[in-house]
């Protein structure tokens, strides 16, 4: 009865394993010791496009790479090494059969004595995160050629904290790039406005404001200032856009 019990308790155990490694968006297989497919997840067959019985029992290294290689790449050889390692393989990489950008992970399965009694090896697609961090690159750039032409100044901070400012902003304030990002923007305005800057950062108010900025030399610059959020390096960050007060007058006036 007890053995029937420990062989129901083992098979439930391992219903559930298949069960939550098939809810895992990331490809995931077990391999023996002879670099032989045991089993795979949902996500592994779909990353291969292939049935689980067209592959079961098949040498892992053929299936990735379609053929036994005669000098194993760094993955295969950290699986025939018992060696726990992390790898990126790009799209481009000729041993990339699949041509997806790729993180692998391969982790040596140890028994209770320490000797190794298989291998899990985690494939992480990456495409998604290629394309996010294309995204991101492109839209940094398009600010980057927006604001070195434009007449505002612009400033980027986040939770306060300057990360970025164009050529404009710089010359009306008379301050260069390095010395600027990563001081407080509040540094640049007069006290008495402080109080009332935060409230309009936290109720992310985008009405504008006429404000006193100060300037390197001491003086006082006279400005309209905007504010909204913006993607910026993968997160929302507030962008300001300052405009110079008499300017903005002599433009009227004209």
Same mark, same amino acid.
């Given at each position: ?60 290294? $053929? #299936?990735?790479?379609?053929? @036994? !290689?005669?000098?194993?790449?760094? &993955? ?5 090494? =018992? ?100 001081? $407080? #923007?509040?540094?640049?305005? @007069? !006290?008495?406005?402080?109080?009332? &800057? ?5 109720? =992310? ?50």
């Amino acid at each position: 009865r007890r053995r029937r019990r420990s062989g129901a308790s083992v098979a439930l155990a391992e219903t559930e394993w298949v069960r939550a490694l098939d809810v895992a968006g990331d490809a995931m297989c077990l391999i023996d010791l002879d670099d032989r497919l045991v089993r795979g997840n949902q996500a592994f067959y779909r990353f291969l496009g292939r049935r689980p019985e067209e592959v079961i029992g098949e040498r892992v290294m $053929r #299936l990735m790479h379609g053929a @036994d !290689e005669d000098q194993p790449c760094p &993955v295969c050889q950290a699986r025939l090494d =018992r060696r726990d390692a992390v790898f990126v393989k790009e799209a481009s990489d000729p041993v990339n059969r699949l041509k997806r950008p790729m993180e692998v992970v391969v982790k040596t399965i140890r028994g209770a004595d320490g000797e190794p009694i298989g291998v899990l090896q985690v494939l992480r697609d990456l495409s998604r995160q290629r394309l996010a961090e294309q995204a991101i690159r492109e839209s940094e750039e398009r600010y980057r050629i927006l604001s070195q032409a434009a007449f505002d100044g612009i400033a980027i901070h986040d939770g306060g904290k300057v990360v970025a400012f164009n050529p404009t902003l710089a010359t009306m304030l008379g301050y260069t790039e390095k010395e600027v990002v990563g001081t $407080r #923007l509040l540094d640049y305005l @007069d !006290e008495s406005a402080h109080a009332l &800057v935060s409230e309009r950062f936290r109720n =992310r108010i985008t009405d504008p404001i006429n404000l006193y900025l100060r300037r390197k030399d001491g003086s006082v610059l006279a400005a309209e200032v905007r504010a909204r959020d913006l993607p910026f390096q993968g997160r929302l960050q507030r962008v300001v856009a300052v405009r110079d007060l008499r300017e903005l007058e002599q433009a009227r006036d004209e």
